[in-house]
């Protein structure tokens, strides 16, 4: 019996679309996105804290989310990051609505430090609680988002844990780039196995939200552990499960949300900073890998008039496209018709990523990462 050459790709670009599929059909019957937990008791006082640089647009929209918590045992500290816009007179302007905020001057940023990791250090030594919140400025929280995080805490026994927040994207540019990050977390990685393998490859975090006991954080030397690190998140969650502490990730559903970019070429300047970096691969095995990913999701679409077998593969891809978008709570008829541009975009951006990060041109904020 003879196979055809299109036989045999069909067969090789089926198996990563498959097990794309079966990863994200995990994540949606093991599904890990956060809901409303109400606290019958005990409530820890939990220090949440904000590294801030440039952030006037984004921190109102922070500040006027946590003046809602239904959580009321915790304070907010700011620290504004040598910021050269009006977020420390933004941030400021809540003083008077808000009593439990308090908004500090970072200290110049020593040698070797990156800058969030430097803010990220100064805010824990400010912090009074035994509950460390670090969430970043342009995440917004349901009111009920504290407790619930307390009350996943406690129900998993956990030490530490991140939630990825449901991004909201207005521009088509950001609905081009944007969806891959979570495309790629829950098609790669079932998540209910970060928190029940001892594995740290077996590892997803979050820099936007990263919560610690802070006993924990102390004991594994917190950021300064990771001072130099640019993909810190993921560095920090592993140093928890090598320590032999739990952690676990999550979802942000309803609760957790972040306008994260504006537009296509702020999405494709912040995600290129951390994409390579995230995946701790030699930058060949990197490209390489990544070409398998992108070309087996877009050569089905381009040969399926060739040969009808191609669409099983597209099966795969389809199917797995409208679980990651439902756990993501992200539009599923935008991103099927937005597929293919999509992924094209995914390979530039891989390549790109890892020119800036040998060339060390990654700069964010005015400085280089």
């Not at 599929?21 to 005990?42: A, G, H």
């Not at 009321?72 to 007179?89: A, K, M, P, R, V």
Request: hydrophobic content about 50%.
């Amino acid at each position: 019996m003879n196979i055809s050459w299109i036989e045999i790709l069909i067969i090789i670009i089926t198996l990563p679309s498959s097990i794309t599929f079966l990863v994200s059909l995990i994540n949606v019957i093991f599904n890990q996105t956060l809901r409303v937990t109400k606290l019958q008791d005990d409530y820890p006082f939990v220090s949440v804290l904000v590294p801030m640089r440039n952030e006037e647009q984004n921190i109102p929209k922070l500040l006027n989310s946590l003046s809602m918590q239904d959580y009321h045992n915790f304070e907010i500290i700011i620290l504004d990051d040598d910021s050269n816009d009006t977020s420390y007179q933004v941030a400021s302007s809540f003083c008077n609505k808000i009593n439990n905020l308090q908004i500090i001057r970072g200290a110049k940023l020593p040698n070797e430090w990156l800058g969030k990791n430097w803010a990220c250090h100064q805010l824990s030594e400010n912090a009074k609680g035994e509950i460390l919140i670090f969430i970043d400025a342009d995440v917004i929280l349901h009111p009920s988002a504290i407790s619930t995080l307390i009350g996943y805490l406690r129900k998993f026994k956990l030490d530490a844990l991140s939630v990825f927040p449901t991004q909201i994207m207005h521009s088509l540019g950001e609905k081009l780039v944007v969806p891959m990050m979570n495309w790629i977390l829950l098609s790669l990685l079932p998540l209910v196995l970060v928190r029940k393998s001892k594995f740290k490859s077996l590892t997803a975090a979050n820099g936007q939200i990263l919560m610690f006991k802070k006993e924990v954080y102390q004991k594994i030397g917190g950021h300064t552990k990771v001072f130099n690190q640019p993909v810190e998140d993921m560095e920090l969650a592993k140093l928890v499960k090598t320590t032999g502490h739990r952690f676990g990730t999550f979802l942000g559903g309803e609760l957790v949300k972040c306008n994260m970019y504006k537009g296509f070429i702020d999405s494709i300047q912040g995600y290129s900073k951390n994409f390579y970096n995230g995946f701790k691969l030699n930058w060949l095995l990197f490209i390489l890998f990544i070409l398998v990913l992108g070309l087996s999701n877009i050569i089905p679409f381009v040969l399926v008039f060739s040969n009808f077998l191609f669409m099983l593969p597209i099966f795969f891809i389809i199917f797995n496209r409208i679980i990651v978008s439902y756990l993501s709570k992200q539009n599923i008829i935008s991103n099927i018709l937005l597929h293919l541009p999509q992924f094209i975009v995914f390979l530039f951006l891989a390549i790109f990523s890892v020119y800036k990060t040998k060339l060390k041109k990654n700069i964010w904020k005015g400085r280089p990462v």
